[in-house]
C-alpha cells in the first residue's frame, strides 16, 4: 500500500516538475523572442548601447539615427522615443497611448500580446517639450529584458560606471545623470503613499524640495554629484521590485 501511495506521488512530482519546467521555458522562450524582435527594429551598427558610430560631416549621431526613428514611428505612430542606457541591456522605444495609458504593458510593438510588454510613458507626461518630469514605466523581467537590468544600478560600482541614460525623441536628444534610485510599496492600503507617478512637474520650489526629499528619505543608493536643482528636468525610470508587496523601484535622473 504505502509503495503505491510512495508512486503516485513521484508520478505527482514528476508532472508538476514537468509542467513547471515547460512553463519556464515557454517564459524564456517568449522572452527571447520578444528580445530579438526589438533588435531588429534598428540597424545592427545602431542598435547596440556601447556601439560607436561614425558621424558624418555636419551630422550627429541623434541625426543618423532620427530617419530610422521616423520609419518605425511610420510602422507604429504611438512610439514617441527610444530609450538607452549605455553598457546595459536598456535599449527599447518607448511608447505614449494617452487614452489607453497602459496599453503596452502587455504588449509589444507590434501591438502584439507579449508578457514583457514594452516601455511606455505616462499620459500625463509630455515627452517632447519635455514636461519637467517624465515618467516611463517597464516591467523587470527576470530574464533581464526591458528594465530587468535597473536592480544592477543598486551597486555602487556599476552605478557610476553607468549613471547615463540616453532618450531621443523625434525633437531631441535628452542625456540625463542618475542621481538615486529608491524602492517603495504602492496602492491604496499603504499609508503616506509617495504619489510619485502623479507628477509631471512641480508648482514652486516647495513642492520641488519635498518630493526630493521624499525620494531620499526612500533611496537605496545616491549619487550626490547628479544632485537636481530646482528648475532641471527630471526624468523617472519605473518598474517592479520585489521585497515590498505591490513594490517598485524607481530611478531619478536629472537632465544635463
Given amino acids: ?61 541623434y541625426d543618423i539615427l532620427l530617419p530610422f526613428y521616423e520609419e518605425l514611428r511610420e510602422q507604429n505612430s504611438d512610439m514617441v522615443g527610444w530609450l538607452r542606457i549605455p553598457g546595459t541591456r536598456v535599449s527599447y522605444p518607448v511608447m505614449q497611448t494617452k487614452n489607453s495609458p497602459e496599453y503596452y504593458l502587455d504588449r509589444d510593438f507590434e501591438k502584439n500580446y507579449s508578457a514583457s510588454g514594452t516601455l511606455f510613458a505616462s499620459d500625463i507626461s509630455d515627452v517632447d517639450k519635455p514636461s519637467d518630469v517624465v515618467i516611463i514605466y517597464g516591467h ?73 526629499t521624499r525620494a531620499r528619505n526612500l533611496a537605496e543608493i545616491e549619487n550626490p554629484a547628479n544632485m537636481p536643482q530646482f528648475g532641471d528636468k527630471i526624468l523617472l525610470l519605473s518598474t517592479c521590485e520585489y521585497t515590498h508587496e505591490n513594490g517598485r523601484l524607481v530611478v531619478v535622473a536629472v537632465r544635463v
Fill in 1 to 61: 500500500m504505502k509503495k503505491g501511495v510512495t508512486i503516485v506521488l513521484i508520478a505527482i512530482c514528476v508532472v508538476v516538475f514537468g509542467i513547471s519546467a515547460y512553463k519556464l521555458l515557454d517564459y524564456y522562450g517568449a522572452d527571447r523572442a520578444a528580445e530579438t524582435g526589438f533588435a531588429q527594429l534598428l540597424p545592427p551598427e545602431l542598435a547596440g548601447a556601447d556601439v560607436e558610430v561614425d558621424v558624418e560631416a555636419g551630422k550627429s549621431i
Fill in 140 to 212: 523587470r523581467m527576470r530574464t533581464g529584458a526591458m528594465f530587468g537590468s535597473l536592480g544592477d544600478l543598486l551597486k555602487e560600482d556599476f552605478l557610476l560606471e553607468h549613471d547615463r541614460i540616453i532618450f531621443d525623441t523625434f525633437t531631441e536628444r535628452n542625456e540625463y545623470k542618475i542621481y538615486l534610485l529608491f524602492s517603495l510599496a504602492v496602492g491604496p492600503d499603504v499609508v503616506n503613499e509617495f504619489d510619485y507617478f502623479n507628477y509631471n512637474g512641480f508648482a514652486d520650489r516647495a513642492e520641488f524640495n519635498t518630493f526630493m
